[in-house]
């Protein structure tokens, strides 16, 4: 594709790392409706604007000083309204987002970088370099960028990107609740995208990555001489968000003082730095995440019942993926050609190693998947991964003896065990499960609910 006389280029500026990302550079710096620019710093950012108009910032924290690399992107921001802004935990997270970017027609990249933006839509193939429709057309009106990390066509994930559908757009708190590794991050990315907030900028927080010793610090900000040490007043994770969504994973890792101090600000809509005795406002869209129950952590005075309850306002349950085993094939085939494009050589998956993935119960769900796959693309020598080389228990769909104790030898149990082994078989398709066990589909329903299966 030329460039056109009407054609105008998008500015994106990179945060990050090149070395690590240098596939992906390769593949959408020569877009003629893009300018690829990189840099190591936030600093340099107002000196690349200086030369140009900047569209849209990607930024690979990398477990770096997250306080200053937020304030200073925030004082860039406020100059510049804009520029749309987004936060990834570390460079390997930034890759998929370009990987997405890859496949995006010149009228959905418009939409991404603005409503507003320069880019004129220019003829863009609607097919990706592998021959498949682009993003955009696999999720009927989900957004490509949004929901790139959202991979399958399950029950599950429907009616998942159904409902983020509707209360993305609103400014609800939302809880996320779900296993370790089952993609709650990117269930957030995706509702700050569909919401009105999408040009402001997501700041993830890990609440149990923080030292106890600074996560005050760390959310609430303090001033110049509040504790030794505290040689300048720093803004905080939580103003950083300002008009923006602040994403709190692990939420429940928060120590009760915090918990009361996260309340109060929730509900004066105000932050208290460490040793200040002001009030700063603050407009955020607060997502919530975890692992465990909350309502039961609330029962045994573990975590406060009013927090619990301004947080619940709408709770999202991520499933785990040994409930949608039948999206196994494409997060697979979304993780290789991810993959591909940070460096790895493309390989293919042989039928009887998709067979073992699909039988194996993924106790790390979605991130065990992801391991597994790099592991298996690196061990593996030819083009084909085999199933050997998979290194995973591919007979763990057998009843654990804790189990069998708390199912004793009955029918119930029985028909319980059946019921897992059908859907194991058929990888999760319910219809096909109820004609393997020959009874209706509505009874497997009725049967998975008793069973909690």
Not at 74 to 102: I, K, P, Q, Y
Not at 258 to 271: D, P
Not at 319 to 344: K, N, V, W
């Amino acid at each position: 594709m030329k460039i056109t006389p009407q054609m105008k280029r998008a500015t994106l500026v990179i945060v990050g790392d090149r070395r690590k990302s240098a596939g992906r550079s390769s593949c959408i710096i020569d877009r003629p409706d893009l300018r690829l620019v990189w840099t190591e710093s936030v600093k340099d950012l107002a000196l690349i604007a200086d030369t140009g108009r900047v569209d849209l910032v990607l930024v690979a924290l990398n477990g770096g000083s997250v306080i200053d690399e937020l304030q200073v992107l925030h004082g860039f921001l406020e100059r510049n309204r804009h520029v749309r802004a987004m936060f990834f935990s570390d460079d390997l997270e930034l890759n998929a987002t370009l990987t997405g970017l890859e496949t995006l027609s010149a009228d959905q990249l418009a939409r991404i970088v603005s409503p507003s933006s320069i880019v004129q839509p220019v003829s863009v193939s609607s097919r990706n370099r592998h021959g498949s429709a682009d993003m955009g057309a696999s999720v009927a009106g989900a957004g490509a960028f949004s929901y790139q990390g959202l991979v399958g066509e399950s029950p599950e994930m429907m009616k998942l990107k159904s409902l983020l559908l509707k209360i993305a757009p609103t400014d609800t708190t939302i809880l996320l609740q779900g296993e370790s590794g089952t993609g709650k991050e990117v269930i957030a990315r995706a509702i700050h995208h569909h919401s009105p907030r999408q040009k402001e900028v997501f700041v993830p927080v890990d609440c149990a990555a923080i030292s106890e010793n600074i996560i005050e610090s760390e959310l609430f900000g303090h001033i110049k001489g509040a504790f030794t040490g505290a040689d300048r007043t720093t803004t905080g994770l939580i103003r950083s968000a300002d008009r923006g969504t602040l994403f709190l994973d692990e939420v429940a890792e928060l120590s009760l003082p915090l918990q009361a101090k996260l309340l109060r600000t929730l509900q004066e809509r105000a932050v208290k730095p460490v040793g200040d005795i002001r009030l700063h406002p603050v407009d955020i869209r607060i997502v919530a995440a975890t692992n465990i129950n909350l309502a039961e952590s609330v029962r045994k005075g573990q975590f406060r019942q009013d927090l619990y309850y301004r947080l619940n306002a709408i709770t999202i349950h991520a499933s785990p993926l040994r409930e949608r085993t039948q999206d196994i094939p494409a997060l697979c085939d979304h993780f290789m050609r991810q993959l591909t494009g940070e460096g790895y050589p493309e390989k293919r998956i042989s039928a009887s190693a998709m067979d073992v993935l699909c039988a194996y119960e993924w106790p790390g769900n979605i991130r065990e998947l992801e391991n597994v796959i790099r592991r298996a693309i690196t061990l593996t020598s030819g083009m084909v991964i085999g199933a050997e080389i998979l290194n995973i228990d591919q007979f763990s769909f057998d009843e654990p003896d804790h189990e069998a104790a708390e199912y004793p030898a009955s029918v119930a149990f029985h028909e319980r065990e059946a019921i897992r082994k059908a859907l194991k078989r058929t990888r999760g398709n319910r219809r096909a499960a109820a004609e393997l066990l020959d009874i209706s589909e509505a009874t497997l329903y009725r049967r998975l609910k008793v069973y909690s299966l």
